[in-house]
Structure formats: C-alpha cells, structure tokens
C-alpha cells in the first residue's frame, strides 16, 4: 500500500490522516470545508485528554470548566462539581488544530470535495471537482451528512439525532444541562471563549418543534438569541438494531467518526471516538499483520473490543433513561433528586461525565451502591433494573 485518501477533514478525519502520514504512508486528506463550526462540537472529556494529552495542552484557547448544573423543570436543580474538567473548545479553533498536526506529519490537504469513489478491486477511483485522484485505501470520514452511499455507515432516519443551538455574546463560568421530558434529548449551555453555545438535541422531534423548545428555555433563563449566530447539525444515534449490522468497513475503506455512526447514543459525545476511531482505523492500516483484504475485519474486531460493544448497550439504555419512570417521576428528574441527597451518586454521575464510567460497568456500580439512603437504595434499585442484561449484538 502506498497512498492512502482520507475523505473529509473533521476531526476523525484530520487525526487519522496525521497517524497515516507519520506512519510513513503516502496521506492525502479531501475535503471542500475544512476546519467549521458546529453547535454542539468542541467538549472534550477527560478521557479523551487522558488518553491523548494533546488535547489539553496545547496554547489554542480553550475553557476549563468544573461545574455543571443538571436541572428538568419539574425538580429544580442538582450542582455538580467535576473532579477533572471538561475542556471547551471552539469546534472550528479545534478542528484547525488537528489539521495542523496532520500537516506537520507530512499529510497532503486539498480543499476539494469527492463527488464520486468507484473501487475495482485493487485501486480507487476519486473523482473531485478538481480532477481525478487514484488511491490505494480510503479512509471515509465524510460525517453524518455522508454523500458517498458506498462508503460508511447506513441508517435509517430513525438513527440521527439532530442538534441545533446559537451562539451568544455571554459568559458564564458553569454548564448548564435541561431535561425536558418527554425528550429524548437535552438542553445544553456550554460557554466557550467568547460566547455561550447554547443548544438542544432530540430524537424523534422536527426541527422546528425543537427550535420552538429551545427558544422558550432560553426565554425563562434571559438568554437572547436575537441577533445570534444558528447553527443545525445531524448526529448519528444508533438504534439497537442498527448497531447489530453497522457497516464500519468494506473492501478496500474504514469508516471514522460520525462516518460510521460511532457515537454514544446516550449523550451524543462524538469526539473521543472520532479520535478513537481514526487511531485504530490507522493502525489497522499501517500494520503488516493483515494483507488489505482482511484489514476491515481486523478493524471491525479492533472497534468491538474496544468501545462499541459499550456504545451497543448504550443504545438499549437511552429510551429508558430519557423516557421511562420511576416513582412517577421521570428518571432524569429522578436522578437530579438524587444527586442532590446522595455523595455515592454524584460520584457516578461525575464519571459519566468523564467518560470512566462506561456502560458496561455501569449494573454492577449501581448493584454496590445499594446500601445508602432509602431513596438511594431504591431509585439505585430501579435504575439498575433499566440497564439492558445483555448486549444487542
């Protein structure tokens, strides 16, 4: 193998391209946009920056931020006041970065777009608005608005997630998070070097609807978006059956990032497994252990030991957790009343917060909880009972 096209210049895209080309491939990363904005981008957890500290350290600006109010209506608010901070970027300022360090390791970028990838069996074929480029391997990490129907991910409508939001010219030093049930989704307010992101996710709900629910939230708490900058963007959120035949790789490609539907179906979180991705994705790629026919198994079986099998089980929880009872109450709003009574809980949450605590894990630390308070016991209990028993794969 000799060249390889990376096919978009997101974050998953613009990392697998840096990790190809400092592995001594040939790397040449396609895309008509470059570094942009998103409304929902640029948070990264600890344990994106924990397992790659560039993230953390680097002079791009960037927001630290250690408490975050949890709140729904009907129960108030619950602070939550994290042990390792959530890093804020602005998406574009962070897409830049990692573009930059593509560049450095020898990564070619082209500002074109790939209007047609046909493959006969040894080569590709990539036709782009500016010629012809022929390739041995492609990587596609052209997101969630992916034009390529033979290369990553396919869903069905049912299996997006959209997420829309301004940016204010405000400040404030915590996150705000709003359930609002019946959604299956969130309010968001992330501040940001010299704005506020303030936006909603939701499942299931037209756009307009979610605008309109957005809009009121931002009404009760003073928040003007007259004048302010919107944005909309698709997130892949797998359905459990989705998750069962997700196609990741395919003869002669592997998929990164929203690309091949590779985010956590709970929180939207995207970035740590774009990152993720397009760092297996590049060893798969580089390594001798596999002749390039068998590199998209290798690469299937490399994601499921690592993070999707806990993204499967992710998909069974979401619905329950977003739309489903206990004690007549919905369970965010049961949890924010029992983050507010219990130190063992918040902890958890904490954690969720971080990304140290998957969902794999997450039955048996509820089951070692069940020794608190009596509401702790029992919602603990409950909470317990929602987790799916097994994975849907």
Not at 318 to 347: N, T
Request: charged share 20%; net charge positive; glycine share 10%.
């Amino acid at each position: 193998m000799k060249r390889v096209a990376v096919l978009g210049g997101g974050p998953a895209g613009a990392f697998a391209a840096e990790r190809l080309a400092a592995g001594g491939l040939e790397t040449v990363l396609l895309d008509s946009r470059l570094a942009w904005e998103k409304p929902c981008g640029g948070g990264v957890t600890y344990k994106a920056y924990d397992r790659y500290p560039f993230l953390l350290e680097n002079d791009v600006p960037k927001r630290l931020v250690t408490e975050t109010l949890l709140s729904s209506p009907r129960v108030g608010t619950a602070r939550l006041s994290l042990r390792q901070p959530l890093v804020i970027y602005s998406r574009y300022d962070l897409n830049r970065l990692l573009l930059e360090r593509a560049e450095r390791a020898g990564a070619r970028i082209e500002r074109t777009w790939v209007q047609q990838a046909t493959y006969d069996g040894q080569r590709w074929r990539l036709e782009t608005r500016g010629g012809v480029l022929e390739t041995d391997f492609c990587i596609a990490a052209t997101g969630a608005r992916n034009p390529l129907r033979n290369l990553g991910t396919q869903w069905t409508p049912s299996d997006t997630m959209l997420a829309l939001g301004y940016f204010v010219p405000a400040q404030q030093s915590h996150i705000d998070i709003c359930f609002l049930p019946p959604l299956e989704g969130y309010i968001w307010v992330f501040p940001r070097c010299g704005h506020l992101s303030v936006g909603i996710c939701g499942k299931g709900v037209p756009a307009p609807l979610l605008r309109a629910r957005l809009e009121a939230f931002m009404r009760e708490r003073g928040i003007s978006w007259r004048g302010a900058e919107f944005y909309a963007h698709v997130l892949p959120s797998l359905e459990t059956p989705a998750w069962r035949n997700n196609r990741v790789a395919g003869h002669g490609w592997l998929a990164v990032g929203d690309a091949g539907g590779l985010v956590d179906p709970v929180t939207g979180e995207g970035l740590y497994y774009a990152l993720r991705s397009a760092d297996l994705a590049s060893q798969v790629v580089l390594s001798n252990a596999q002749a390039t026919a068998d590199k998209p198994r290798a690469y299937r079986a490399w994601l499921m030991r690592d993070f999707i099998l806990d993204l499967a089980l992710g998909a069974g929880l979401a619905k329950r957790l977003f739309l489903g009872k206990l004690l007549f109450q919905s369970v965010p709003e049961r949890m924010i009343q029992l983050m507010r009574r219990s130190e063992r809980f918040s902890f958890l949450m904490q954690d969720l917060f971080a990304g140290t605590q998957n969902y794999l894990t997450l039955k048996s630390r509820l089951l070692r909880n069940l020794h608190g308070t009596l509401l702790e016991t029992v919602v603990n209990f409950l909470l317990r009972r929602m987790v799916p028993e097994e994975i849907p794969l």
